[in-house]
């Protein structure tokens, strides 16, 4: 058994038990970034490297489930390590699409379930887009944090923290 571990509230824990691909309990968020004209290289890459960083203040992000034998009681948090590459995955969407593209990926990636043996967060970041109409590049970023893990409030306040920097990295 796990060293430090939390055990969730009757209410957390109900958005585990009535989650299904019909009604997922993630908090999903879309948007579109714009990238510096001198940005270089992957954005992927430079969020991995910028997430490497806030983990350590981001406890949410580096908690997993753990089930409580013969589910007797509610499962808790216990510390775990993401693997970034995981947890922040690069998705090639056609050359030069368009929004239309992007809502429909995203579509077909929100009724996908968060793997429960991780933590239950995943970004998605869309290569591909259409420059913006001054010329710039622009990624997607598609993020799913589960409701069990956070309210929409906490969600809002950690994609802030964690997410919004790299851009000017």
């Not at 203040?57 to 970034?84: F, H, Q, T």
């Not at 379930?113 to 913006?132: I, M, Q, T, Y």
């Amino acid at each position: 058994m796990p060293s430090s571990m939390k055990q969730l509230s009757g209410l957390d824990a109900t958005f585990l038990y009535l989650e299904t691909p019909q009604m997922p309990m993630h908090v999903g968020a879309l948007h579109v970034l714009e990238l510096p004209a001198d940005f270089k290289g992957r954005y992927v890459t430079t969020l991995r490297q910028h997430m490497a960083k806030r983990l350590p203040v981001a406890g949410v992000l580096r908690r997993k489930l753990w089930r409580m034998p013969l589910n007797l009681a509610n499962p808790a948090w216990v510390d775990a390590e993401p693997d970034l590459r995981q947890h922040i995955v690069e998705i090639k969407l056609p050359k030069g699409a368009g929004l239309r593209e992007l809502e429909a990926e995203v579509s077909r990636l929100h009724p996908i379930l968060l793997d429960r043996r991780k933590p239950l967060w995943k970004f998605h970041v869309f290569e591909g887009l259409a420059p913006s109409a001054n010329g710039n590049r622009r990624v997607g970023l598609y993020s799913q944090l589960h409701h069990a893990a956070v309210d929409g409030q906490a969600a809002v306040a950690l994609q802030t923290l964690v997410v919004v920097v790299p851009v000017f990295l």
